[in-house]
Every structure is written in structure tokens, then in C-alpha cells.
């Protein structure tokens, strides 16, 4: 298995994939419809998605396995299969990426240990399953992202650490607030969670939620606390804009690789795309790094 802290030690700016679920959703999944159950119901689809992405620049891509735990799966009566559909959306992937680096996706459950939803050990059993199906499908690291509660990060943490030897990524999701500041719905900030993640994890990060020109302050902040972990960056392309019920993302692939020179000096090392990011978005923030190394 490759590592990625080495190779960011190699190359210092690694390239990611973009989004998955708004690639999903313009081949055709529907609402209420379960993204994993795509793995092996229309697997040339996801496929191709993953493809895209390698053909675009993607030294690393991820799974299409975000929701894949087995209390989300249990809402479509899937929870049994938890494993299958995991280790299908790893084995994908990995064709897909040959020699690059595959990113086993682990999402939150969105249940709450504080509201009583869930208990420590339904919640580990849940992201052991995940894991043990990523990691037999072939998978290179493990990306436990858009977390926003510590608990269940801790949980999820330990869940994938003591079922495999592989790397972890753990990303946050942070909203600006009125003051300014960036905080997770749970109150939990930047410097909150590099503090409490920053030596048990390998590389950590934000996703989601912001643009690039956010992210930039976000980066900033964990930075401070930590001067050497490795940040991962996978942002939305822009604000959303909802209009109805789609929401629509006015960050064009030129203002992404506009503002990648400006994240990478606040600190990033892997930047790709959340929300609304598309293989040319991808193909932009790939140009932008060749030429802020070449400087």
C-alpha cells in the first residue's frame, strides 16, 4: 500500500478527486435512493465517475461508499449488506485508479451519542463493518470526512485503527458563524479539532460546507495549532444557492484554480473538490498546483 504522507513528502501537493454525489445525481440517482447499492447495481456508472476523475489529474480518489455505514444502510433495509456494498465500492475505485491512491469514504451516521440515538458500541459496530469491507476491497487509506461531532469521530477513529493498519484521514466540516468564526454544528472549531485528532490521526482536514475562499481561513487556523500534520482540503465549489429544491454552486473551475495558490500557502497539502466540483474543476485545480510548484 502506498502512503500518502510519504509521497506528500515527495511531491508536498497532492491532488484529489471532486465530487460524488452530484455525479450521481446527473447520471440518474434518485431522491431517497441509496448511492451505495449503485456499487453493484450499476457498477459501470461509479465506474466511470472514478475514471473521470484519474483522467482529470486525481493522484487520489475516493469511494462512493459516504454513506455506507450500516446505521445510515439500515434506512434502506440494507445494514445486512454493509460489508458487500463496501468492499464493491473499494474494488471499483480501485480499477479505476490503478497506481494512484484509493480513499475509503466513511461519513457520519447522523446519530448523536449525546441525544441518546445511538450507544458507543452500535456506533463501532457500524464503522468496523465499513471498514473491514473498504479495507478487503483494496483501499489505500481510510477518509473519515464531514464529521462535526468529537464523540462519534473518536468512536469512528478507533473503529477503523483497530481493524486495520492503513492510514486515516479525519476531515470536520465547519460553518462561518455571525462572529466570524468557524465552528461545527456540535460548537466544535478548527483548533478544537486539530487539538483533540492532530496525534491520532495521519492527516487531517476540512470538507464541504465552504469554498475554497473560505477554506483558506479554516486551513490558516488548523495550521497554527499544527505546523506538520498533513491538511487535506476537499471543498464545496462555492456557497451553495438554493433555489427550490436544487442547489446550485457558483464556483466555475476558473475561481477554484484561481484560489488554489492562496490555499496551499495557508498550509494545504491534498486539495480536491466537495459539492458541485466536476472533473474540470479538477483538471483547473491540477494546472493551478504545476504552476505554483514551478514558481
Request: charged share 25%; proline share 3%.
Amino acid at each position: 500500500m502506498k502512503k500518502i504522507t510519504e509521497q506528500i513528502k515527495k511531491e508536498k501537493i497532492l491532488l484529489s478527486d471532486g465530487a460524488w454525489g452530484t455525479f450521481l445525481q446527473a447520471e440518474g440517482l434518485k431522491k431517497g435512493e441509496c448511492p451505495e447499492l449503485w456499487n453493484v447495481e450499476h457498477r459501470e456508472v461509479v465506474l466511470k465517475i472514478a475514471k473521470s476523475y484519474i483522467d482529470a489529474g486525481s493522484y487520489l480518489i475516493e469511494t462512493n461508499t459516504f454513506g455506507g455505514n450500516k446505521i445510515k444502510l439500515n434506512h434502506y433495509n440494507l445494514g445486512e449488506r454493509t460489508y458487500e456494498l463496501n468492499k464493491a465500492g473499494a474494488e471499483i475505485s480501485r480499477e479505476a485508479a490503478g497506481d494512484k491512491i484509493v480513499l475509503g469514504s466513511i461519513g457520519p451516521t447522523g446519530k448523536l451519542l449525546i441525544m441518546g440515538d445511538v450507544t458507543e458500541d452500535e456506533l463501532y459496530e457500524s464503522f468496523s463493518q465499513q471498514a473491514k469491507g473498504l479495507h478487503d476491497g483494496g483501499i489505500d487509506a481510510f477518509c473519515l470526512e464531514t464529521f462535526f461531532d468529537i464523540q462519534e469521530a473518536e468512536v469512528a477513529v478507533n473503529a477503523v485503527k483497530e481493524n486495520s493498519d492503513l492510514e486515516v484521514i479525519l476531515t470536520f466540516y465547519f460553518e462561518k458563524n455571525q462572529e466570524g468564526k468557524f465552528n461545527t454544528m456540535m460548537g466544535v472549531s478548527p483548533t478544537i479539532m486539530v487539538e483533540r485528532f492532530g496525534n491520532e490521526v495521519d492527516i487531517i482536514g476540512t470538507n464541504c460546507s465552504n469554498g475554497f475562499e473560505r477554506m483558506i481561513s479554516v486551513v490558516k487556523e488548523m495550521r497554527k495549532i499544527n505546523k506538520d500534520i498533513p491538511i487535506l482540503v476537499h471543498a464545496n465549489a462555492g456557497i451553495p444557492i438554493t433555489t427550490g429544491i436544487e442547489a446550485k454552486y457558483p464556483d466555475a473551475p476558473k475561481i477554484m484554480a484561481e484560489l488554489t495558490p492562496s490555499l496551499i500557502a495557508a498550509g494545504a497539502n491534498v486539495i480536491g473538490g466537495c459539492c458541485g466540483t466536476t472533473p474540470e474543476h479538477i483538471k483547473m485545480i491540477n494546472q493551478a498546483i504545476h504552476l505554483y510548484k514551478t514558481k
